[in-house]
């Protein structure tokens, strides 16, 4: 029932007809699309910057919104590069970090990485400022950076409805070039 309700939530907004409710989500809650735009924007900011960048990832309020924020990494030299709100992270080893149900999460975000225009993992993770973990599900897209050709910038949400399908197409969609309706 739930994906029936956030389709035609989803309907409804398009048409501009939404019902009170569709506005009723959390409104400190990232948005999937929000985090695919912040994700481009970083790939991007990084691209144009180059290394001289990473730092603002660790203290750049730009980089932190809602419930979400932007982490670096790089997959070939097994690193966090940059971490706003977990800097005892930054530099360590990535590759071999499990999620509390044993997945190894950076290995299957590089994976995801690796593919054009990227692409969403799902993984468990405590919520900023909570102890127990939730479903979190993080859009990850590689980019260029001079010198260090494996940079990965991701970000994800919280979310118990979404499938990771319905989170690629909707990146997918946001990459393809936009059609002129007549």
Request: hydrophobic share 40%.
């Amino acid at each position: 029932m739930r994906k029936r309700m956030f389709g035609f939530a989803g309907l409804a907004l398009m048409l501009g007809a939404a019902p009170a409710w569709v506005g009723a989500a959390d409104p400190d809650a990232a948005t999937a699309e929000g985090v695919i735009a912040k994700v481009h924007e970083a790939a991007k900011y990084l691209h144009d910057k180059g290394q001289a960048g990473f730092p603002d990832f660790n203290k750049n309020a730009r980089w932190v919104w809602k419930d979400s924020y932007v982490f670096v990494y790089s997959c070939r030299d097994n690193r966090m590069i940059a971490h706003p709100l977990r800097p005892d992270l930054v530099g360590k080893p990535i590759l071999q970090m499990e999620d509390d149900k044993g997945n190894l999460l950076f290995q299957k975000l590089c994976d995801a990485g690796k593919k054009p225009g990227g692409g969403w993992v799902e993984y468990w993770w405590p919520k900023p400022g909570e102890a127990k973990a939730s479903r979190k599900i993080s859009y990850t897209q590689g980019t260029e950076v001079s010198f260090q050709p494996d940079v990965r910038v991701g970000a994800g949400i919280y979310d118990e409805t979404m499938s990771v399908e319905e989170l690629n197409k909707l990146a997918q969609q946001a990459i393809e070039p936009k059609k002129d309706v007549p």
